[in-house]
């Protein structure tokens, strides 16, 4: 952590020797608070000399503004008030905690002239400074005292709005969020020594603590459900696989709504093996199972009412001598056999399993599945959207909603019979590989034979989950996406 942020909101707050945040909005006379935090009017000149118009997302740093209480005083501009969503007061947060981090004190002036600051654009704000503001430095010995990664220090952020109770309730949704968030971002960044099948089934377990049962499936109860598929990539490693099943009940007589992740803990491509440039990002491909992890302790922990399943395969695929083989054959859960082409497409091989134990034992609503399933998608879509497979178009309009609203996008991508027929095999009912063309298509059209009627949608994230381009509200690696998305799909559709 290069900043520990201790939020509180209050209606005034003392700014002897803190560090001011004024917001202000361009079409907006005067920056929030400046009566207070600038009663010597230094914000004027000091505008006029930087040419500052209060450009979405622009700073203007007054250091020892005279006449003031304040140490330093940054000006946040917001562009025009009324273009403001609520994606934008993330990333006002974000840019805010990009500013303060080696301040002790802070004091954030909200209520800009000209905007309408409710407690969810409050709340949505100290989002965007947890999320900034996470850093994954557990393996850093050497913390240097100018490095941006200096050691934790905690600083204390007030919040300075109107209505500030109710910002302070929607405040403790929002840290839900941003802990579930750097969860997902703590799995996906942690390396495979540390977090292997078993290691990150314990990790789960902890959301015991929040009221989510948790079960952990070790590979002897697998065997006997019959999950070839997943067990087959397991086999090459010495670390045994893990199912994890994730239960929170907050809505007890309600159809459940699943959600099912991959989580290779790392891919080395098993006896297919992939080339060595780049390898150590297969520590990432756990990503699916981290955002399902991390989702489930967001609707714990804000306590959603909603009855929500999670279930994450977990596994290593190594290339050892009892690792399968490519012309292998396996048979999955489901009783459908599988000729193992490529054993570096275990994605699918793990999910077809989980996927089908889901719907068998909880009969869901609905099935989301999460999964850095191909390179495929990343040369389709790049590091901006994430695939969106399904065959619900209800499913595809809720989803694609939730991804405009939490700038967690998705791009839907096609299903079809043409598509299916790549899969079939000489040998056996399916191949887990469909040839170099519509590589990340036929990969869902697998899945797809793993869900029955059921509505489903499958993530494709591997573009997005890990290495995607840092931004306001991510400078980590494993940018924990697929949590506030899904959190919001849940929001805004299936709570009673
Ligand atoms: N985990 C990879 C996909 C991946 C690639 C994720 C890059 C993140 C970044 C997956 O298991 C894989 O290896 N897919 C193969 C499938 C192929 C063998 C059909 C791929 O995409 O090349
Ligand atoms: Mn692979
Ligand atoms: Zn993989």
Known sequence: MSAKFEISFAKSARIEGATAVLLKASDGEAPAG?????????FAKAAKVARFTAKPMSVLDIVAPQGADAD?????????????TAHDWLRAGGVAASKIGKSESVVVFLDAPGLDVQ???????????????YSFDTYKTKKGE???KAKASTVRVTIVTADSSAAQKAFA?????????????????????????????????????????????????????????????????????????MHWKGAKKEQP??????????????????????????????????AVTGLMHVLAARKAKVNAIGIIGLVENMPDGNA???????????????????????????????????????KPKFMINLATLTGAIIVALGNTHAGLFTNSDSLAGELTEAGLATDETLWRMPLGKEYDKMIDSKFADMKNTGGRHAGAITA????????????????????????????????????????????????????V
């Open 34 to 42: 400046a009566a207070v935090a600038d009663p010597a009017g230094v």
């Open 72 to 84: 330093r005083i940054f000006v946040l501009g917001l562009g025009k008030a009324a273009d403001m």
């Open 119 to 133: 407690s969810a654009q409050a709340a949505d704000f100290a989002l965007g400074l947890l999320l900034r503001a």
């Open 146 to 148: 100018d490095d941006d």
């Open 173 to 245: 949704v929002a840290r839900a969020v941003a802990d579930g968030v750097n969860l997902a971002r703590d799995l996906v960044n942690e390396p495979a020594n540390i977090l292997g099948p078993e290691e990150f089934a314990a990790k789960a377990k902890e959301l015991e603590k929040l009221g989510v049962d948790v079960e952990i499936l070790t590979e002897k109860e697998m065997r006997k459900l019959g999950m070839g598929a997943l067990l087959g990539v397991a086999q090459g490693s010495v670390r045994p696989p893990r199912l994890v099943v």
């Open 257 to 290: 709504v699943a959600f099912v992740g991959k989580g290779v803990v790392f891919d080395t491509g098993g006896i297919s093996i992939k080339p060595a440039a780049g390898m150590e990002e297969m520590k990432g491909d756990m990503g699916g199972a981290a």
């Open 324 to 362: 399968q083989r490519p012309g292998d054959i396996v048979t999955s859960m489901s009783g459908q056999t599988i000729e193992v082409i490529n054993t570096d497409a275990e994605g699918r091989l793990v999910l077809c399993d989980a996927l089908w134990y889901c719907n068998e034992r909880f």
């Open 444 to 495: 869902a059209q697998f899945l797809k034979r793993f869900v029955g009627e059921t509505p489903w949608a499958h993530l494709d994230v591997a573009g997005t989950a890990m290495s995607s381009p840092s931004n306001e509200i991510n400078q980590s690696w494993g940018s924990g996406f697929g949590v506030r998305l899904l959190d919001q799909l849940v929001r805004a559709r299936y709570e």
